[in-house]
């Protein structure tokens, strides 16, 4: 019995210890397929992000791309510089409308003051003309009318008329006559009376068609000019043209 026991006890220990190999084999087993999981997991992953670098590399590898970026970085900066500049342009020429329209607003504004200066100053150098020459003003007005009177009744075609005789006419003296006239008709006496007569042998060419048929002297005696030399030169001087040029425009139109 004792021999029995013993030898059943021995088969139960070692059927645990076969038991015990077996599973500690098992697990072993369990370990090494686990970490051979993990590792080519990590192998995986790793190609993976190999791949994708070498496509990287490979993109900026390529000569037409590399020309492509280039280019459109190239073309992304002049663009940038170029709305910077005209933005600044434009900033500028506001600013400088600006400082013009200012500088124009004054400008006008120096300019009307100026223009009303000189009209100040031409009112009052005429006040002061007329102080200055020495004629009362009562003279002043009767000299005025007088010279009104003459040139209306065209007495200045007469020959015979001089300062004196004009003077005379109208009841004052040489020098009174003289300094209106110089003040109010703004020429001296003999031209005076010359512009009298060039005007009024003008109208007569243009309106009297029998004055056209007579010479230049006898269009100058008529006048009252002593030679036709001088009415023709004075007609050119006043009118830019010769009264024979004339006579011939108005017999042409």
């Not at 645990?16 to 190999?21: D, P, S």
């Not at 008529?222 to 011939?248: L, M, N, R, W």
């Amino acid at each position: 019995m004792l021999t029995s026991s013993r030898i059943l006890w021995s088969l139960i220990h070692i059927t645990n210890y076969i038991n015990y190999k077996n599973a500690a084999f098992e697990t072993h087993m369990i370990s090494l397929e686990f970490k051979t999981h993990i590792s080519n997991v990590f192998i995986i992953k790793k190609n993976l992000l190999g791949n994708q670098v070498m496509l990287i590399l490979k993109f900026f590898s390529s000569d037409t791309t590399l020309l492509i970026f280039i280019l459109y970085s190239s073309l992304m900066t002049t663009l940038t510089v170029s709305l910077l500049m005209k933005n600044r342009k434009l900033k500028s020429k506001i600013e400088y409308l600006n400082s013009k329209s200012k500088n124009n607003f004054t400008s006008a504004t120096n300019i009307q003051t100026v223009k009303n200066s000189i009209n100040e100053n031409k009112t009052s150098k005429n006040q002061e003309t007329m102080e200055d020459i020495g004629v009362p003003d009562y003279i002043v007005n009767q000299i005025l009318e007088g010279l009104a009177a003459f040139e209306k009744e065209k007495r200045f075609i007469s020959k015979e008329i001089s300062l004196q005789v004009l003077a005379k006419e109208i009841e004052t003296n040489p020098r009174y006559l003289s300094k209106v006239i110089n003040a109010k008709k703004g020429m001296k006496y003999t031209n005076y009376i010359k512009s009298l007569r060039i005007d009024y042998a003008k109208a007569e060419i243009l309106e009297n068609p029998k004055l056209r048929m007579y010479t230049i002297k006898a269009i100058a005696d008529e006048c009252g000019f002593k030679s036709s030399e001088s009415f023709s030169k004075t007609f050119h001087e006043k009118h830019g043209i010769y009264p024979s040029q004339y006579i011939q425009e108005v017999n042409d139109s």
